[in-house]
């Protein structure tokens, strides 16, 4: 699909051993354990019906650091289900095209590469304003594109009212397509950061240890 983007398949079973579980109204018995669509609508019940999430890992992938972002989105959803209400993008190099993925979000969470002059591999936390600010020192083109877009939208009132920022200084940004061992070692520190900020506004993730019903 177009920007990388990846969603939750509809058509994929899930079984859940101890109690049941729902998603979409729809489910069935096999070997004695609940099996149901993804889309588990009762999988937070701190999470309000109307919350509108992004996460949204952006970056090269032929530029080795660069790409951290789109790498660690991509292991997300392989790690973890998301819930109705959390949409997890992969937007690649996208930049102005993004437009109608970010527009009117409750939270949005940027994953990406980022110069701060810090030293490589240093993990950085930014939130609301810091963060188009700090696009400006941009490593590749799509953060100035961000960067406008996020300006944009703040012109037009469609601005995200809460956008967390986790990036990594890159120790290069050479084409290729292996992260520095560097990033590679806080590729599990930045993961945690998005889950516990998820955590933090009331959206608990669950892991893909169920296996696909036959």
Same mark, same amino acid.
């Given at each position: 699909?177009?920007?990388?983007?990846?969603?939750?398949?509809?058509?994929?079973?899930? +079984?859940?051993?101890?109690?049941? %579980? /729902?998603?979409?109204?729809?489910?069935? /018995? $096999?070997?004695?354990?609940? +099996?149901?669509?993804?889309?588990?609508?009762?999988?937070?019940?701190?999470? /309000?019906? &109307?919350?509108?999430?992004?996460?949204?890992?952006?970056? &090269?992938?032929?530029?080795?650091?660069?790409?951290?972002?789109?790498? %660690? #989105? &991509?292991?997300?959803?392989?790690?973890?289900?998301?819930?109705?209400?959390?949409?997890?993008?992969?937007?690649?190099? $996208?930049?102005?095209?993004?437009?109608?993925?970010?527009?009117? /979000?409750?939270?949005? @969470? @940027?994953?990406? $590469?980022?110069?701060?002059?810090?030293?490589?591999?240093?993990? #950085?936390?930014?939130?609301?304003?810091?963060?188009?600010? %700090?696009?400006?020192?941009?490593?590749?083109?799509?953060?100035?594109?961000?960067?406008?877009?996020?300006? $944009?939208?703040? %012109?037009?009132?469609?601005? !995200?009212?809460?956008?967390?920022?986790?990036? =990594?200084?890159?120790?290069? =940004?050479? !084409?290729?397509?292996?992260?520095?061992?560097? =990033?590679?070692?806080?590729?599990?520190?930045?993961?945690?950061?998005?889950?516990?900020?998820?955590?933090?506004?009331? #959206?608990?993730?669950?892991?893909?240890?169920?296996? !696909?019903?036959?």
């Amino acid at each position: 699909m177009a920007l990388g983007l990846h969603f939750r398949g509809d058509d994929e079973w899930l +079984c859940g051993d101890d109690e049941w %579980l /729902r998603g979409d109204d729809e489910w069935r /018995r $096999a070997n004695n354990r609940i +099996c149901l669509k993804d889309e588990r609508t009762n999988m937070n019940h701190g999470l /309000r019906e &109307n919350m509108n999430i992004l996460v949204l890992g952006v970056g &090269n992938l032929l530029l080795r650091d660069e790409s951290v972002g789109v790498h %660690l #989105v &991509n292991e997300l959803e392989q790690e973890f289900y998301f819930p109705k209400g959390v949409d997890v993008v992969d937007g690649g190099t $996208a930049g102005m095209e993004l437009l109608e993925f970010i527009a009117d /979000r409750e939270h949005i @969470i @940027i994953i990406d $590469a980022v110069l701060t002059g810090d030293k490589p591999g240093t993990v #950085v936390n930014l939130r609301d304003d810091e963060v188009p600010a %700090l696009f400006h020192n941009k490593v590749s083109p799509h953060q100035l594109g961000i960067s406008d877009l996020l300006g $944009a939208l703040k %012109l037009t009132g469609e601005s !995200p009212k809460n956008i967390f920022l986790v990036g =990594v200084v890159p120790k290069t =940004v050479e !084409p290729g397509l292996e992260m520095s061992d560097t =990033v590679k070692s806080q590729i599990g520190l930045m993961k945690k950061q998005v889950i516990d900020y998820l955590s933090n506004i009331g #959206v608990q993730l669950e892991t893909k240890e169920a296996q !696909p019903c036959a």
